[in-house]
């Protein structure tokens, strides 16, 4: 059974790609509602050889993810799973092998509280699936990427409410990703409000729960949550178990962290324990590339378009990019960083990568370089052609196809202070360059809000006159409205994030395209 199917076989597909989990499944250990009682109620386990492990974990090594071959065809014996490794060839139904230190089988055998003890078995089971030699203890700070709550969501918000009940609290206070909505200002409207309170009407019970396992406060909330506004950016080789693929794939790539691209819920049980299991992007061996990625375009390439083809191609294997660094003069600064979020989690949701390098400007390749391939790795080579090829295939999902631009989505993940700074610029030049006053295709920004706050504080009138036209800032996610029941019939979006079109009917488009689009209303005929 494909890992797909597993999930809609127990109920618990999440709206968000990213979400989807085999954490939720194991979840079920701490007694979830009773609707998805799982065999892992019934399962001895133990860490050292005794207990099997229930058959039903084979499931999350399967994935229906494929990737393309070196011919450009669908590569239907890829064996992705998800997690950023591939590596694991190891039986999981056969008996733990992990080696527990004493303190975490004390743990495992529940001297430390029951809900504790199911915290402790949920984690090594997961590592134990893929082939983990043993815990190691987490650094830095959490980042939970459980933050919306539909229906399905209730057995993971009373696994959590089971926990806090027992006094359990994440290592160290965390981040968490946006909400879902924005009620102040993107859902003002009656019509709006009603889609988001049926779509996710246990989201008080998630905030609830979240603060009570040790949730920093609600303005903190950001899927960049490494940005130092809001300051979740650990010192590099820090072990982290975080979720959020855009978040591990900029954490591992750009900050030079060790962590898999866990399932959703899973970063949380592993915080309540302050420790995760080590195999795959943790590990020397798993961080090594298995693809040289030769970008060859002749000026700088579209930054979404690009991490899709990288993320089509390699699919959750590691890459090594090269022909870019001269696009960030030897660093990532808060002014070019943008590039990497973009590229970054465009390869996390077109394909599923967990961690890449990119030759003379992240940690990794500055201290290893090509020492940072393995043997025998494939080559793909990226080229103004390529880029073409890959952005001139995308389909145009609107319900209405002819239908005219109403909304501008910006920041997908999160805006960072350049950014909007940027946008604001260039909007408000344009306009007065065109004699006009309002934008004919309102844009929404999102940021989080000391980000928000920081261009306020820097730039007040700015901001009076990006509001002026047109341009609102907002804290939620945007693909969580995308998501939900009606929106289709007449929102009728444009971005330049390639993680929203991948998830959404949002069209893409680049940013000098998109400024056409908001100051005319108009899609250019040869955009
Ligand atoms: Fe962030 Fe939501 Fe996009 S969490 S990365 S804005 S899908």
Known sequence: MKRRKFFESVALTSAAAVTVSATSVLLTSCEPSAEIKSPVNKAKLGATGKGKTPGWVKNMKDSDMIGLGPDGKPDLNYNANGTGHTLADVDPTQPFQMTLTLEEQDVLDGKKGEALSKVMKTV?????????????????????????????????????????????????????????FDLYNVQTQPKEMAMVFDGYPLQPELDQVLMRIGARGMNSRSCACYLSEIGNAPPPETYVAWAESSAVNFGNSVLGLRTNRNAGGMELLCALIGKAPYFGLMTDEGRMATWIIDVKTTKEPDWGVLGAAIGIRVVEDVPYITGIDKYFGGEVTKENMHKLKAMGS???????????????????????????????????????????????????????KDAKPNLCFIGCPHNTYHEILTWGQMVTKELKKRGQDKLKVPMHLFVSIPVRNHLLDEHPVLVRDMKRAGMSFSNMCAMMFTGLKGYNEDHFAVTNSNKSRKYSSARYFPDDVLIEIVMTGEIPADA
């Open 124 to 180: 090594v089971a997961f590592g134990n699936a893929f082939g983990a030699t043993h815990l190691v203890e987490l650094g830095g700070a959490p980042h939970s990427s459980v933050f919306n709550a539909p229906p399905f969501m209730k057995s993971i918000i009373d696994v959590f409410n089971i926990c806090a009940d027992d006094g359990l609290k994440t290592y160290a206070p965390f981040t968490v990703n946006p909400r879902p």
């Open 346 to 400: 465009s390869t996390a949701a077109n394909g599923a990568v967990g961690l890449y390098h990119v030759e003379n400007v992240t940690p990794d390749a500055k201290k290893r370089g090509k020492d940072l391939l393995v043997e025998g790795y494939q080559t793909y080579v990226v080229d103004d052609a390529e880029i073409e090829r890959i952005y001139s295939d995308y389909p145009n999902l609107w319900s209405d």
